[in-house]
């Protein structure tokens, strides 16, 4: 037996099995009618994947991966569900799965010189092709080489209209258990607000504050739908080194990822009282603030036959968007999934997504806390807005009255006119193994949208990575990028301490 095993048994809590609802329904037995979103996923133009990179500290035994699997996501109905068109509608049909038709393990040269740079060329192999239709649309593959931050790669590709991305990781983290304890799921941080009302001194203000609350809701909807209705219209982004041109969703992206201290977000969380998004969003305004300065300067010949450097400015008022998607369903906890899996529970699954768009301010700042100052104020407004429900029920109100090819060119000039798309999801707070398989990162990422940069943070533990997927026609060097993040966090840690410090002198 392998050493693996013994951690991954069909117990109650092991045995996890993920169902929509009501699975016992004669809709269940013809096959789902696929969601709004899940059909706009297989328009022409908007054929997206979600990729999952784990990385492993041991080798991987496919066979306990295969167990595991058996016992976990094959009972899941979007995993044995293959798409089936039935005249102008798409269903998810039951059928019978072939593991060994899903796992792929390929063959390496035990003695490859760069392994990294393989597994990236592995990788970004996966945007060339698409998934085969005529079975359920995902893979796992398991490569057992040696990487600079793991011992082995297990990379799941799922096709987007299985599941949200949030949904999905979240679904891969209830297949797993606590290194510490088998038994046990993982444990994601939670936070929480309080408002206490009974107070009879503090009821007027109480309504006083609703009132107002309302009324700026109201207000930011207003301006961000209508914003929204002009990026659709004619709204685009400055032309920048990171602007993809038409055509960027069909061409080859390249995956890269880096790994960074969540102490360090967390410290300057705390004490600038914000929240992880917040920090995550001030030093991504940061580190795309640097590459492009750096990007703007060029090097000419001079007379004397050497190099100088001439430095061009950034574009004024440069105009730098990312699209950030937004679960309007919440998403179950790893509980509700485990339960679910265990055939306890009834939490929904699906893709019910809008979209935000959040502006960048792109501009140099001598205090690197003014980063997270202002991607703190401006992600409040987007907080307490309707944006994100305004622009799901839009796209569900197209898609009724015109079809799947309509919403579809309309989402995706939405996209097109901002420059980016941006997430960040919660991992576990401790280390967990992956069917018995212990973790060291997980790098999340996603493709065939319309854009060349695409930024993911997931945190794991005492880490957080950050994942990035690109165009390299566009971005040929993404390493730099990585390395203007991880540099803009530290400037933003060195600033916060040393504040810190002078006030407490």
């Given at each position: 037996?392998?050493?693996?095993?013994?951690?991954?048994?069909?117990?109650?809590?092991?045995?996890?099995?993920?169902?929509?609802?009501?699975?016992?329904?004669?809709?269940?037995?013809?096959?789902?009618?696929?969601?709004?979103?899940?059909?706009?996923?297989?328009?022409?133009?908007?054929?997206?994947?979600?990729?999952?990179?784990?990385?492993?500290?041991?080798?991987?035994?496919?066979?306990?991966?295969?167990?595991?699997?058996?016992?976990?996501?094959?009972?899941?109905?979007?995993?044995?569900?293959?798409?089936?068109?039935?005249?102008?509608?798409?269903?998810?049909?039951?059928?019978?799965?072939?593991?060994?038709?899903?796992?792929?393990?390929?063959?390496?040269?035990?003695?490859?010189?760069?392994?990294?740079?393989?597994?990236?060329?592995?990788?970004?192999?996966?945007?060339?092709?698409?998934?085969?239709?005529?079975?359920?649309?995902?893979?796992?593959?398991?490569?057992?080489?040696?990487?600079?931050?793991?011992?082995?790669?297990?990379?799941?590709?799922?096709?987007?209209?299985?599941?949200?991305?949030?949904?999905?990781?979240?679904?891969?983290?209830?297949?797993?258990?606590?290194?510490?304890?088998?038994?046990?799921?993982?444990?994601?941080?939670?936070?929480?607000?309080?408002?206490?009302?009974?107070?009879?001194?503090?009821?007027?203000?109480?309504?006083?504050?609703?009132?107002?609350?309302?009324?700026?809701?109201?207000?930011?909807?207003?301006?961000?739908?209508?914003?929204?209705?002009?990026?659709?219209?004619?709204?685009?982004?400055?032309?920048?080194?990171?602007?993809?041109?038409?055509?960027?969703?069909?061409?080859?992206?390249?995956?890269?990822?880096?790994?960074?201290?969540?102490?360090?977000?967390?410290?300057?969380?705390?004490?600038?009282?914000?929240?992880?998004?917040?920090?995550?969003?001030?030093?991504?305004?940061?580190?795309?603030?640097?590459?492009?300065?750096?990007?703007?300067?060029?090097?000419?010949?001079?007379?004397?036959?050497?190099?100088?450097?001439?430095?061009?400015?950034?574009?004024?008022?440069?105009?730098?968007?990312?699209?950030?998607?937004?679960?309007?369903?919440?998403?179950?906890?790893?509980?509700?999934?485990?339960?679910?899996?265990?055939?306890?529970?009834?939490?929904?699954?699906?893709?019910?997504?809008?979209?935000?768009?959040?502006?960048?301010?792109?501009?140099?700042?001598?205090?690197?806390?003014?980063?997270?100052?202002?991607?703190?104020?401006?992600?409040?407004?987007?907080?307490?807005?309707?944006?994100?429900?305004?622009?799901?029920?839009?796209?569900?109100?197209?898609?009724n009255l015109f079809g799947v090819k309509v919403v579809g060119a309309i989402t995706k000039r939405a996209l097109f006119h901002t420059t980016m798309a941006f997430?960040?999801?919660?991992?576990?707070?401790?280390?967990?193994?992956?069917?018995?398989?212990?973790?060291?990162?997980?790098?999340?990422?996603?493709?065939?949208?319309?854009?060349?940069?695409?930024?993911?943070?997931?945190?794991?533990?005492?880490?957080?990575?950050?994942?990035?997927?690109?165009?390299?026609?566009?971005?040929?060097?993404?390493?730099?990028?990585?390395?203007?993040?991880?540099?803009?966090?530290?400037?933003?840690?060195?600033?916060?301490?040393?504040?810190?410090?002078?006030?407490?002198?």
């Amino acid at each position: 037996m392998h050493p693996c095993q013994n951690t991954f048994t069909t117990t109650r809590v092991s045995r996890i099995v993920y169902m929509e609802i009501n699975m016992a329904s004669s809709s269940s037995r013809e096959g789902e009618e696929l969601s709004p979103a899940a059909r706009l996923f297989h328009s022409p133009s908007f054929n997206c994947y979600v990729i999952a990179i784990i990385g492993c500290k041991t080798n991987i035994n496919p066979q306990v991966i295969k167990q595991g699997l058996s016992q976990t996501l094959l009972k899941h109905p979007r995993f044995t569900s293959k798409l089936v068109k039935k005249g102008r509608k798409s269903r998810w049909t039951p059928t019978t799965i072939d593991l060994d038709n899903h796992i792929i393990v390929p063959k390496l040269d035990s003695k490859i010189e760069f392994p990294d740079r393989f597994i990236e060329d592995y990788i970004s192999n996966f945007t060339k092709t698409p998934l085969d239709l005529s079975k359920p649309l995902w893979e796992l593959h398991l490569i057992n080489i040696k990487t600079s931050d793991s011992e082995a790669i297990g990379i799941f590709r799922i096709h987007h209209s299985i599941g949200d991305g949030a949904s999905l990781i979240s679904l891969l983290l209830a297949a797993t258990r606590k290194t510490s304890d088998p038994n046990a799921l993982p444990t994601l941080p939670r936070g929480y607000k309080r408002v206490d009302s009974s107070s009879k001194s503090n009821y007027l203000l109480f309504w006083l504050g609703m009132i107002w609350w309302g009324l700026t809701l109201i207000w930011n909807t207003m301006v961000d739908v209508f914003m929204l209705v002009l990026t659709i219209l004619f709204f685009k982004d400055t032309h920048t080194p990171l602007k993809g041109a038409h055509g960027v969703e069909l061409n080859t992206k390249r995956f890269v990822y880096r790994t960074v201290s969540l102490d360090d977000i967390k410290l300057v969380k705390d004490g600038m009282k914000t929240t992880i998004n917040d920090v995550l969003l001030g030093l991504t305004q940061a580190g795309l603030t640097r590459y492009l300065n750096r990007e703007y300067t060029s090097v000419e010949d001079a007379n004397d036959g050497g190099a100088k450097q001439r430095q061009r400015s950034v574009p004024k008022n440069i105009r730098l968007r990312a699209s950030i998607l937004v679960n309007i369903r919440p998403i179950p906890g790893i509980q509700d999934l485990a339960d679910m899996m265990a055939e306890k529970g009834k939490a929904k699954w699906g893709n019910h997504m809008g979209y935000i768009i959040f502006p960048f301010n792109i501009a140099l700042h001598e205090d690197p806390l003014e980063y997270v100052r202002q991607a703190k104020a401006t992600i409040d407004k987007k907080k307490h807005s309707l944006e994100a429900i305004c622009s799901y029920a839009f796209a569900k109100l197209v898609l009724n009255l015109f079809g799947v090819k309509v919403v579809g060119a309309i989402t995706k000039r939405a996209l097109f006119h901002t420059t980016m798309a941006f997430s960040n999801v919660l991992g576990p707070v401790e280390e967990i193994s992956f069917y018995g398989h212990p973790v060291a990162f997980i790098a999340p990422s996603v493709y065939g949208h319309p854009h060349a940069l695409t930024i993911h943070f997931q945190s794991y533990a005492n880490k957080m990575t950050i994942s990035l997927a690109v165009d390299p026609s566009i971005i040929p060097n993404p390493y730099l990028l990585c390395d203007d993040l991880e540099e803009s966090l530290k400037l933003i840690c060195d600033a916060f301490v040393k504040k810190k410090g002078t006030l407490l002198i």
